[in-house]
């Protein structure tokens, strides 16, 4: 199974591509704090104030005080954030600067703040815009996209206009998970069926439940499951769903491994092959 998302370190895990992309778009590429022009995989998202403060309440009230800042600073808005090298993110570690030298870094971030909203509008707030960026981010990182190739069609002067998709080409999600990953979840009620079939079994019936309660658009199975002895993967056709709402199966074991359109996975648009059969419109 390919697992599409590759994740470098906690604080990529945290902050979208989307916003990773816009930060480094409002700081015209450059590093906040070498100031060196910085290509896309080497940048990684600084919080000015670091994330550990928050652990403790009364602390964090103090230094809201001792710093100068309203109640309302958040460490996770952009305002506290940065596009930085992870060289240079390294070397800063987990310091927390004085607080001059946090004002001076707060006002950069402050200023570029309704940049970085912008470009993160303009990117679009879909899950897909995020997906697609992390796709090729990961081309970029693992080598396998060359960075000419993304700049070639960036600039090319007549980029062919998007490809435009019948609204009634469904999206097909691809749902996994990796069996092992479940043993001693708390979550995972003691009744569930432990041997792989069964519990492939159960967990297919679990992912259709959720999906019946996270989407309110009409939603069919595409095609028997993948089951390999370790994994799991479920395609899940969605008929002009809204992305967002995949959001509530964060945090659950279900991981979402592609979307792509119907019209990509089985070759034929989706309203030709007679999508909705009896008993699987609506809810699954
Ligand atoms: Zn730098």
């Given at each position: 199974m390919v697992w599409l998302l590759s994740v470098r370190g906690a604080d990529m895990a945290r902050i979208s591509y989307r916003r990773r992309f816009a930060l480094?778009?409002?700081h015209e590429g450059c590093c906040a704090y070498c100031k060196e022009v910085m290509p896309f995989r080497d940048t990684v998202v600084d919080h000015i104030l670091p994330q550990h403060l928050r652990v403790n309440r009364s602390a964090w009230r103090e230094l809201l005080r001792r710093y100068n800042l309203g109640d309302d600073f958040s460490l996770d808005d952009v305002e506290n954030l940065l596009p930085v090298h992870q060289a240079c993110n390294s070397l800063k570690g987990g310091r927390v600067f004085d607080p001059a030298r946090?004002?001076?870094?707060?006002?950069?971030?402050?200023?570029?703040?309704?940049?970085?909203?912008?470009?993160e509008d303009r990117i679009s707030s879909d899950l897909k815009a995020d997906r697609l960026l992390a796709k090729l981010a990961t081309g970029l990182e693992t080598g396998l996209l060359p960075v000419g190739a993304v700049q070639a069609l960036i600039?090319?002067?007549?980029?062919?206009p998007a490809e435009e998709h019948d609204t009634y080409d469904p999206i097909i999600v691809t749902f996994g998970l990796a069996v092992e990953d479940l043993i001693g979840r708390a979550d995972l009620p003691d009744s569930v069926p432990l041997e792989y079939?069964?519990?492939?079994?159960?967990?297919?019936?679990?992912?259709?439940?959720?999906l019946s309660v996270a989407l309110s658009c009409t939603m069919f199975v595409t095609e028997e499951s993948a089951r390999n002895g370790e994994t799991l993967s479920v395609r899940v056709a969605l008929v002009r769903p809204d992305l967002e709402q995949l959001r509530t199966l964060e945090g659950s074991w279900w991981e979402i491994l592609e979307i792509a359109y119907f019209s990509e996975i089985y070759d034929e648009p989706g309203d030709r092959v007679g999508f909705a059969p009896a008993g699987l419109s609506g809810h699954m």
């Open positions: 480094l778009r409002a946090a004002h001076f870094f707060l006002e950069i971030a402050r200023a570029k703040a309704p940049h970085v909203r912008r470009e600039q090319h002067p007549k980029m062919p079939p069964h519990l492939c079994d159960w967990l297919e019936e679990d992912l259709k439940s959720r």
